[in-house]
């Protein structure tokens, strides 16, 4: 079982929708869970941290269900902009762990 | 916020020969550097972790005398490809984290290496 599952979409979306994906991870002892955006041939670029009780910035609105080891990303109003793959990722904790990536939503918005 | 210089951007060499790439942690004392490679269509896959003046810690499944990791200070770490062949080309992406509860993961910008 991979360790961080993920749909790869894409997932092509008129602009101004709103939209979710969803990721599970295996690893029980996960402990930080992040969603990073990355662009075509770029570097990772953290979105957002995601936190139990769920946390919002601006469009974006992450959830963490540790009991189902599933964490989900939405997006209201969907810019242009926004198009990207969405990695999730998630860590078991602590400064000596690397990360460890889903392989991506590819998200298409259209104007 | 936190920064990481990540030379070249892209290289391309020949088959056999040794590449190195820099990652330097500009504003920041990166006590841990993390090393990635990703594949087409693939998730970013963690090579090595290296602190800084130890030897790096390899992931299953990576040559450590193929892929040289040096951490020799808390604001640089290398990675040198060593008799690259073409299956080693990939996107390589360093990642490094400093102390404290307010430093996170920074990334580099991504070295693209092809090998012809």
């Known amino acids: 079982r991979k360790e961080v599952e993920q749909d790869p979409g894409p997932f092509n979306v008129p602009e101004g929708a709103t939209v979710a994906f969803n990721c599970t991870y295996s690893?029980?002892?996960?402990?930080?869970f992040f969603w990073y955006r990355q662009d075509c041939r770029k570097e990772p670029k953290l979105l957002m941290s995601?936190?139990?009780s769920g946390n919002e910035d601006g469009r974006f609105t992450a959830q963490l269900n540790r009991a189902s080891q599933y964490i989900s990303l939405l997006i209201r109003d969907s810019k242009l902009s926004d198009s990207a793959t969405y990695l999730c990722?998630?860590?078991?904790?602590?400064?000596?762990?690397?990360?460890?990536f889903g392989k991506g939503t590819h998200l298409i918005i259209q104007p | 916020g936190a920064v990481v210089s990540q030379h070249p951007s892209w290289v391309i060499c020949k088959s056999g020969t040794s590449v190195k790439i820099e990652c330097r942690s500009l504003?920041?004392?990166?006590?841990?550097m993390f090393w990635y490679r990703q594949f087409p269509k693939q998730s970013l896959m963690l090579m090595a972790t290296?602190?800084?003046?130890?030897?790096?810690?390899?992931e299953q499944g990576v040559e450590k005398d193929k892929f040289l990791i040096n951490h020799a200070s808390l604001t640089l770490s290398t990675l040198t490809v060593t008799s690259a062949h073409p299956e080693d080309s990939s996107f390589y992406i360093c990642?490094?984290?400093?102390?404290?509860?307010?430093?996170?993961?920074?990334f580099g910008s991504g070295t693209r290496l092809t090998v012809v």
């Open positions: 990722v998630v860590t078991s904790g602590g400064g000596a762990d690397g990360l460890t």
């Open positions: 504003d920041f004392q990166a006590t841990t």
């Open positions: 995601v936190y139990s």
């Open positions: 690893n029980s002892a996960s402990q930080s």
């Open positions: 990642s490094a984290r400093g102390d404290g509860a307010g430093y996170g993961y920074t």
């Open positions: 290296s602190n800084e003046g130890s030897k790096a810690t390899y």
